[in-house]
């Protein structure tokens, strides 16, 4: 029954984004989420998005694209817009094109300088990819209305929602839900902890800001999913993962709160959801103790473990980063190493490994010091942005920026201990939400001046 389950969910959900699509084209953007979700969904199984099989390297970026066609194909001319989109650059946008440069400049020197060139061309799409979605993506939104965003946005809350369970269901309750192994046990009040981000859920951070700020439509629904993918959360026994949590709760209600005026609010509302989270950790203790304690346990050892014994600690992180950096020509720490795969540098293996735990180690080696400033620049803008679209519209627009700056809030927390954009689940989708925020930068409603334009 189970592997029954395991063949037809990801049809299903690809069936789903079709139909949605044919009505909506924006909702074909959902297949490449869906590929991005990967082993949580039993995606590995859908044969036909593993073709062409040439570019296994680059797929989700291809399929972004073809869509793109398909989506530009299927759109309605005739259609009103309700809202207009200026299409200018912005400052987040020059900073992709900086990196895209240093990407080309990149696979230039490589080929001229080693004799071995397999794959670099293979690695310069994966890395390009990541910038040229994001202008995909960009364009894509900007032909599309807020609410289709929002209603595009829930489906892949409500995947994730389903993907926690099923996660929940495996690694809390050991139902065997996922055929593959995870990579750590431990015994706990002799019962068995596992652990594993294979097929965790990928948008935890997504779903959490997006059922916290749009709860008012249906609020019972959305908090149940809510707690659902808290307790995924806390399934994870991953720390960064619940202090991110944390801090977008602590992040949404201290910003509503200076909106509003409403100081005394804020601090209400944080004693009020701080007070129902002690109590779901007291109740957790109750039916799930050993997992309960295996988590208390991973924060005591933040004061017992040294830098060099815990791979999680974020000392190691760092010296690991260093012994990267360290390890390059110093004219490649400028513009960084380029698309080099394991056959022109051996210790690229090293790198990738590194980058999983902490993605600004891959930055620093692809895109140099140069493309560390750029893409600090370009999350100081972005975040700028979003807090102004927040801030100077109402409605629809004024709760996306609001999810957009808490998403990219809890990306930047990540991004210390997680690869985020550089996912080894595919760069393609990696920046898909300043993608979507650079296109609602220039947004106004048609016949009515209600939203002051955005942009940096």
């Known amino acids: 029954m189970i592997s029954l389950f395991r063949d037809i969910f990801p049809y299903l959900l690809v069936l789903y984004f079709v139909i949605k699509g044919i009505k909506e084209p924006f909702f074909f953007l959902g297949i490449p ?55 200018r650059f912005n400052a987040m946008d020059f900073c992709i094109i900086g990196l895209l440069l240093i990407s080309v400049i990149g696979a230039g020197t490589t080929l001229i300088n080693y004799a071995d060139v397999t794959d670099v061309i293979k690695e310069f799409i994966v890395l390009i990819s990541l910038f040229v979605s994001y202008f995909i993506i960009k364009n894509w939104t900007s032909r599309t209305n807020p609410e289709v965003l929002v209603n595009f946005l829930f489906s892949i ?15 809390g309750l050991h139902f065997g839900i996922y055929p593959d192994a ?51 959360i806390f399934i994870s026994y991953t720390r960064s993962f619940l202090i ?7 992040l949404y209600f201290i910003i509503t709160g200076l909106k509003e005026g409403r100081i005394g609010l804020v601090l209400k509302n944080i004693l009020v959801f701080g007070f ?23 924060f005591s050892e933040l ?69 560390l400033i750029l893409f600090i620049l370009l999350y100081i803008f972005s975040g700028y942005s979003a807090l102004n679209f927040y801030l100077n519209s109402e409605g ?23 690869w985020t954009f ?16 650079s296109a609602f930068s220039g947004i106004t409603k048609n016949k009515e001046s209600l939203v002051k334009e955005v942009i940096l």
């Open 303 to 371: 004061k017992q473990s040294s830098a060099t014994s815990d791979p999680n600690n974020i000392q190691f992180r760092f010296q690991m980063t260093g012994l990267i950096v360290a390890s390059m020509d110093e004219d490649k720490k400028i513009f960084g190493m380029g698309p080099v795969t394991e056959n022109q540098v051996s210790w690229v293996r090293d790198m990738r490994a590194t980058t999983a735990d902490m993605v600004w180690t891959g930055v620093i080696f692809r895109w140099g010091i140069v493309g």
């Open 396 to 418: 629809v627009l004024s709760d996306l920026g609001l999810l957009f700056l808490l998403y990219i809030f809890s990306q930047i927390i990540e991004s210390f201990v997680s």
């Open 157 to 171: 809350v409500v995947i994730n929602t389903l993907t926690a369970c099923l996660y929940i269901l495996h690694q």
């Open 182 to 232: 995870e990579y750590s046990v431990d015994i706990v009040q002799g019962v068995a902890i596992t652990r594993t981000f294979y097929f965790m859920p990928q948008f935890l951070p997504l779903s959490v800001a997006f059922l916290l700020i749009f709860r008012h439509k249906k609020p019972f629904v959305f908090h149940i999913l809510l707690i659902i993918n808290v307790l995924a």
């Open 33 to 87: 989420f869906l590929m991005f979700m990967s082993e949580s969904i039993f995606f590995e199984g859908v044969k036909i998005f593993k073709i062409p099989g040439s570019l296994s390297y680059g797929l989700m970026f291809f399929w972004l694209i073809l869509l793109r066609f398909v989506a530009v194909f299927l759109a309605r001319s005739d259609e009103k817009k309700d809202y207009s989109y200026m299409g």
């Open 422 to 437: 550089m996912s080894g689940h595919g760069f393609a989708t990696g920046l898909w939400y300043l993608g979507m925020l």
């Open 276 to 298: 129902i989270g002690i109590l779901g950790l007291f109740v957790l203790s109750k039916f799930l103790p050993a997992n309960t304690q295996f988590f208390l346990n991973r």
């Open 244 to 250: 991110n949590a944390m801090l977008i709760f602590i």
